[in-house]
Nanobody, 116 residues
Framework: QAQLLESGGGLMQAGGSLRLSCAAS????????MAWYRQAPGKQRELVAG???????NYAESVKGRFTISRDNAKSNVYLQMNSLKPEDTAVYYC??????????WGQGTQVTVSS
């Protein structure tokens, strides 16, 4: 069964750091992009950061310079290092994987709460 397992969310004070991890099961083949999205209460889900199999990255303007996405292709893992956290980063963070055939997979989400 194809699945994405996320970990690393939690409660942090503003200015602190958290690292999210996501592991894609072996049944997900030919992964192209891996990404993190987030959804805050009452808001639409938005792209936080993405990374291709070649290592090209893109970030939302609101997290540039603070968040870093990385991946381990051998393990089909993706990570999100979040530094200088702000209360407005509070959201449920979702891992997303897109493979070469256009199949899209989502994790169950992990809560990140930043207190002021």
């Amino acid at each position: 069964q194809a699945q994405l397992l996320e970990s690393g969310g939690g409660l942090m004070q503003a200015g602190g750091s958290l690292r999210l991890s996501c592991a894609a099961s072996g049944s997900i083949r030919s992964i192209y992009t891996m990404a993190w999205y987030r959804q805050a209460p009452g808001k639409q889900r938005e792209l936080v950061a993405g990374i291709t199999s070649g290592g090209n990255t893109n970030y939302a303007e609101s997290v540039k310079g603070r968040f870093t996405i990385s991946r381990d292709n051998a393990k089909s893992n993706v990570y999100l290092q979040m530094n200088s956290l702000k209360p407005e980063d509070t959201a449920v963070y979702y891992c997303n994987v897109l493979n070469l055939w256009g199949q899209n997979y989502w994790g169950q989400g992990t809560q990140v709460t930043v207190s002021s």
